[in-house]
């Protein structure tokens, strides 16, 4: 669950804020019933009952939800929001939601329960004709020249200074991704498009996409940039393209094995996927780097599944409890 910290800084984010309060006035009317799944402090069911939502269901199964009512209250909308202290999957609304608003999302949209979440509340809570806010997510990717990025990463088990060989924890720390506020200079490929999550029709939690690039100048490629595209309602949307303002959800870096030169006209190719295994996901990452001959120059075959210490015991367990 998110700090209050973090709920902050998503309110001073007026990228993410405006779009989502100039969605939610683009949609709202007098007989709309909103639901606002993963409330939080409850700002966008505050919004929704301003602007005239007949009823508003906020839904959180966090302690936040204890601020989001003392916040309804001291705004006057007490009696027209209900909230639910549970999570989505786990309620029934007293009556079908013409507007879903969401943002469950990390920093992509493939992050723990947020698709599950929003397949069953679009079965069960949407009525018929509803509005899902979000609309779609885009993936995009572009492989960067990221040094600082990359040693800050592995630098700690390459280098110390007790004059030991702690090597074992690069290989682990390279099978893992992280968030990072990456520049639109440091790409080394134009960026490419991947897969697209448009929520009215999404029905699995996982995702899998194949991306090509050529090299568009010279450098060392240190891994992959992912970010997404989100249109909330039609004609309103934002980006957290490296080159936009910078917004909340920063972009992932997948970091390589290890780094490549690469030169300008160069092949990139990427087999990536996401898949969700016991309420969080499993990503694997899968590049292959080919010369200006076409010849195989790197492969690597990377997972988060890799970037676990395993135990015996941690081993056992998990063949005990698929």
Known sequence: MYSLHFYGEMLADASRMDAYVAALRKTVRA??????????????????????????????????????????TANGCADRIQFFENLSTDITLPEPATIIVSDLRGV??????????????????LAPGGVLIPRRDILWAA???????????????????????????????????????????QFVTEPVRGETIDY?????????????????????????????DSELVEGISFSNHPAAPQMIYGTGF?????PVNVKEGELIKLRLAADFVQSDYVWRWETDFFDGNNQTKASYKQSTFYGVPLTPALLQKSVSNP
């Not at 939080?40 to 009512?69: F, H, S, T």
């Not at 992509?108 to 809570?125: E, G, N, V």
């Not at 029905?203 to 996409?209: I, V």
Request: charged share 25%; hydrophobic share 45%; proline share 4%.
């Open 31 to 72: 007989d709309s019933v909103v639901m606002d799944l993963g409330c939080g402090p409850g700002v966008l069911a505050l919004v929704a009952c301003k602007l005239g939502a007949r009823r508003v269901y906020a839904v959180e199964p966090a302690n936040i939800i204890g601020l989001a009512r003392e916040i309804a």
């Open 108 to 125: 992509l949209p493939w992050f723990q329960q947020h698709i599950p979440s929003i397949i069953d509340a679009r079965k069960r809570l």
């Open 143 to 185: 492989v960067v020249e990221a040094p600082d990025e990359y040693e800050e990463l592995v630098g700690h088990w390459q280098d110390n200074e007790f004059d030991l060989d702690l090597s074992a924890g690069t290989r682990l720390i390279t099978n893992t991704w992280r968030k990072t506020y990456l520049k639109a200079e």
């Open 200 to 228: 009215s029709e999404v029905d699995s939690a996982d995702m899998s996409a194949e991306i090509s690039w050529r090299v568009a100048r010279n450098g060392k490629a240190h891994g992959i940039s992912i970010w997404f």
């Open 254 to 258: 997948f970091p390589f094995s290890r």
